[in-house]
């Protein structure tokens, strides 16, 4: 007797586990049974598991009957005419589409030549094993998993051509890539999925070999001349947004150029590219700190205190202004309403992002690098024909590791550009090895893609051939210019008054306990204390109760609001502590200070 | 020797002893460079005043624990007998807990047993023996209200157990039975009226963990030739009874039960346990770590006279400052413990004045400058 279950879920057992499974499945391609559901028999614990539920990583198969594939030439020349769709071929039984555990108990032939009686099913095609990104890199089955992994999400993170109605588009954080192109080596997922209709990537140069020492630990080396010549370059758009709220008591916020008498409000100079209806105007080159849609709100407490203030009444500025470190130019501006009818401003700023040192950048297989130098075209290394690359790899990252696609598609690239022509480079299918070197060899080149290569600065010949090829590079999204950040002094918070946190509030770098630690093994005691003097404070506190004082500014004078005529002292502290004084006050204890002369 | 005198005092009794060994023989001028510069190594060795050796004694044990965490079970199922090592091993000794996962002795013996001859009856001579050891299948009549357990001649023999060990056992641990042993068969009667069927399960539950001879405790042996002498390998331990043991060498014998060590032999067998086990750890691990940093942690775990582990109810709830233990866990409790009998803070250690931001009295936070001030009369 074999149990079986159903989503985990025992319900009752079989005799014949088999014959039961079989039936299962021939009920399920002739569609009596949902095509969406599996079951496999475990006879390692006697087990039948049905699964329908939604989540399963499941992958479509030709089905395969006495070593003859069902899907045969006629439905092949009807899917090709339209008269058949996907769907009629699940329907017909002709494919299924298995999940993990029902593929333990297939035998899955690759081609159709390796077909034989035990066969269960045959691959429609085996790039269908890997997902849209994976399928995208080239000679994927030459590379080890976990780069072929890497490569393949670090192709989501390119820019490229994105969307062809981007101009009308309000995206957030986007990126452009100016000049994208198509990939010479390429696989069959690029027709399939119209990777001309949104490419992503340029084709560079590569030459392996190390530079100066610029080039260590994945950092790649910039031909100066290909980034003048436009190379890498992209545009990075980003919106700022500003909503008319609307308050309790009909008050709501207005979009336009603040008043002088706003409480809140900025230099002039903050406004000067604001038109009549309190927005930029497109084209207007903004930098940090230009207000971009001006706006007030009405007063934030409407309370019994504004009859005793004068100015009450007094709208806020709430404009919205670019923050700390960013600048662009105002590419669009869109005046709507949203869903609950307020006025809505969005406007977007564009800024042209040129490659510079820390930009990253990856070849499709994983070997992601960063921009260590970039040369001056002059110095770089020429080949005899006079060829210089736009791009030097380091030679260490290959070995350890072991990406052979990326060298296969260096040697394949540069084939096909001498040659003319796309070079196909599908998994388990691609241009062999061999048949490239023989091409290249006949275009008048070496055969292993290896040049002389001179010095650019001394015109010296290296005495190493150098491998140097085509290579399809991507530039990622990831830019110095986004995250570079520094802070001497700036802002802090208001209730602990230590520096904030986070590049966008332009916040400090914490010196943590761990390096406070070394501080104090090493024994800099005086250094440890200006560290982390970034809250320091001097209280008054009264020398009878201990506790802090008041002190006037106006009278200059200390007292202490308990004891009368108590002698108060200045003392410094953090003012951390000083809030956890007040903490404990809060809990009902009393926290004396007991002042005594450090000296 | 008299040109050594004057360092007696200067040197530690050990450096001293081994200083006049080496010198022995030697001319007394020579002698006494030598002095001289053992003394000068010496000063220069010591810790200077200030340094913050807890704290660097923390970071020098914590930094190669966190590449331990790694490596930990790698070990899992290869040695001949299960023993926590590893970082489980060196939380379990630092934080001082009483009741450790893989209690487990080394008995040394004395000059005649340790040459192998007799070996394993020797080990199993210490192990301890219950009547499930030797018990192959227990029946229980329900019409005469008796147990009748049908034992292993051969694991008896083994065992060197005897019919009357285990009647002995049995009646002088179970009351209110008889019992008798025929063929091999041990037949338990109640002296009392019928009894239900689930007291005599219960009885023959009780039967089974009957201790009848050996060591209580030791739950496995394995006898080990190391170098030219078997030692024996126990499972379990209870070190005062096996010190008892006649042919058990006292003096290497030992277990890895701090707590145990700390009972019977004293606090500072407590503390060189500690450093043995930790720094036997670190070893094993190929890790480096100076073994000063662990006598500074075994010191401080067995200051108070008895095992105190780093936990916030062992040595950090002994810490004068409030701060420091607030700062430590469970803040609010220490707070209010604290304020309900006004305590106060002299603000002494570094934690507090980190949270002061106050200079630290560590390295050159420590020393303060003294003048004389006079008046002076105008």
């Known amino acids: ?599 | 020797m008299a040109t050594l005198k004057e360092y007696q005092d200067k040197l530690p009794p050990k450096l001293f002893e081994e200083l006049k060994d080496e010198t022995k023989g030697m001319a007394d001028s020579k002698a006494k460079k030598v002095a001289e510069a053992v003394y000068e190594e010496f000063r220069m060795s010591r810790v200077e005043p200030g340094e913050s050796v807890g704290l660097v004694g923390a970071e020098s044990i914590g930094e190669p624990g966190t590449q331990m965490t790694l490596n930990t079970f790698h070990f899992a199922g290869v040695a001949e007998m299960n023993v926590t090592m590893g970082l489980p091993r060196i939380i379990e000794i630092l934080d001082g807990r009483a009741k450790i996962k893989t209690p487990m002795m080394e008995i040394f013996l004395k000059n005649p047993y340790n040459k192998g001859k007799d070996i394993k009856k020797i080990a199993l001579s210490v192990r301890e023996t219950v009547f499930r050891d030797i018990a192959t299948e227990f029946l229980i009549n329900l019409a005469d209200s008796t147990i009748e357990a049908k034992m292993s001649k051969k694991k008896m023999d083994d065992l060197s157990v005897t019919d009357n060990m285990v009647l002995k056992a049995i009646t002088g641990t179970v009351k209110g039975i008889t019992a008798r042993i025929k063929e091999n068969v041990l037949i338990v009667k109640t002296k009392g009226k019928e009894e239900s069927l689930n007291e005599i399960y219960r009885l023959k539950e009780k039967l089974k963990d009957i201790f009848i001879k050996g060591v209580k405790g030791i739950k496995q042996v394995l006898p080990v030739k190391r170098e030219d002498e078997f030692i024996i390998i126990t499972a379990g331990t209870n070190l005062n009874e096996v010190l008892q043991l006649e042919f058990v060498d006292e003096e290497r014998t030992i277990t890895n039960d701090i707590f145990e060590i700390a009972d019977i032999l004293g606090i500072e067998a407590a503390r060189q346990a500690i450093i043995n086990e930790v720094y036997k750890v670190i070893e094993s691990q190929g890790l480096n770590v100076d073994i000063r940093h662990i006598m500074l942690v075994a010191d401080t775990i067995c200051s108070a006279g008895r095992i105190k582990g780093i936990t916030r109810y062992g040595v950090v709830s002994e810490k004068s400052s409030v701060l420091a233990r607030a700062s430590f866990e469970t803040p609010i409790r220490h707070i209010i413990n604290a304020s309900l009998v006004g305590e106060v803070d002299e603000l002494t250690s570094v934690v507090e004045n980190v949270m002061l931001n106050q200079p630290i009295p560590v390295g050159t936070g420590l020393p303060g400058l003294v003048t004389k001030s006079t008046k002076v009369d105008k």
């Not at chain 1, 014959?19 to 009920?27: A, G, L, S, Y």
């Not at chain 1, 969005?346 to 970039?374: A, C, Y």
């Not at chain 1, 005495?463 to 999204?477: E, F, Q, S, T, V």
């Not at chain 1, 001097?538 to 020398?543: E, L, N, R, W």
């Open chain 1, 1 to 599: 007797m074999t149990e079986v279950y159903i989503n985990g879920k025992y319900v009752g057992n079989v005799e014949n586990p088999e014959d039961f499974t079989k039936q299962v499945i021939n009920e399920r391609r002739k569609g009596v049974i949902s095509a969406e559901s599996n079951i496999f028999y475990d006879y390692k614990s006697d087990e039948i598991r049905v699964e329908c539920l939604k989540g399963r990583v499941r992958r479509p198969l030709i089905v395969v009957k006495d070593g003859q594939p069902l899907l045969t030439e006629k439905h092949v020349k009807q899917l090709e005419k339209g008269e058949l769709k996907w769907s009629d071929l699940i329907e017909q039984g002709v494919v299924e589409v298995l999940d993990t555990s029902e593929e333990e108990n297939a035998l899955v032939a690759f081609w159709e030549k390796d077909l034989t009686k035990e066969h269960t099913h045959l691959e429609i095609t085996p790039l269908a094993m890997l997902g849209l990104t994976g399928s995208l890199v080239p000679y994927a089955n030459y590379t080890q998993s976990a780069r072929l992994n890497i490569g393949a999400k670090n192709q989501k993170q390119a820019l490229g051509f994105y969307a062809s109605n981007f101009p009308v588009r309000m995206d957030m954080d986007v990126n452009l890539l100016h000049t994208p192109q198509l990939p010479i080596v390429r696989t069959i997922m690029h027709e399939i999925s119209q990777y001309e209709d949104h490419p992503a990537g340029q084709n560079m140069v590569v030459a392996v070999m190390s530079y100066k020492g610029y080039n260590m630990e994945d950092a790649i080396i910039i031909n100066k001349g290909s980034i003048d010549r436009g190379m890498g370059r992209s545009t990075y758009y980003r919106p700022a947004i500003a909503e008319e709220l609307r308050y309790s008591g009909g008050l709501i916020d207005e979009i336009s150029i603040p008043d002088k008498d706003v409480k809140g409000y900025k230099s002039e100079t903050d406004y000067r590219y604001l038109e009549e209806d309190g927005i930029v105007y497109p084209e207007a080159s903004v930098a940090e700190g230009d207000v971009i849609i001006g706006k007030t709100s009405p007063p934030r407490f409407l309370s019994s205190m504004d009859e005793y203030n004068l100015a009450s009444n007094v709208r806020r500025e709430s404009s919205t202004s670019l923050s700390h470190g960013e600048e662009g130019v105002v590419d669009f501006v869109l005046i709507t309403e949203n869903e609950e009818g307020n006025k809505l401003v969005q406007v977007r700023l564009r800024d042209q992002r040129i490659p510079e040192i820390g930009d990253k950048f990856t070849s499709r297989h994983g070997q992601k690098g960063v921009i260590g130098l970039i040369v001056p075209e002059i110095d770089l290394p020429f080949t005899a024909s006079g060829i210089k690359p736009d791009l030097i790899f380091s030679p260490h990252g290959i070995p350890s590791r072991m990406t052979v696609s990326h060298l296969l598609e260096l040697v394949g690239g540069k084939m096909g550009a001498l040659a003319g022509r796309f070079v196909d480079s599908t998994a388990f299918q691609a241009e062999g090895e061999e048949d490239i070197r023989k091409e290249l060899l006949s275009l008048g080149f070496r055969e292993n893609g290896v040049e002389t290569v001179y010095n650019g600065m001394t015109g010296e010949q290296y005495p190493a051939r150098i491998y140097i090829g085509n290579m399809h590079y991507l530039k990622l999204k990831h830019m110095v210019a986004n995250k570079l950040h520094s802070r001497a002094r700036g802002p802090i918070q208001l209730l602990t008054r230590q520096p904030t946190e986070g590049r966008a509030k332009e916040g400090g770098l914490r010196l943590g306990e761990m390096e406070k630690d070394t501080f104090v093994a090493y024994g800099a005691s005086l250094l440890l204390k200006e560290r982390f003097d970034s809250d320091r404070t001097i209280v008054p506190v009264c020398s009878n109760c201990g506790m802090i004082a008041i002190k006037d500014v106006f009278k200059n004078k200390s007292y202490c609001p308990i004891c009368s005529d108590s002698e108060i002292d200045d003392i410094e502290i953090s003012y951390a502590f000083k809030l956890i004084l007040d903490e404990f006050k809060s809990l009902g204890i009393y926290p004396k200070l007991e002042l005594e002369n450090k000296y």
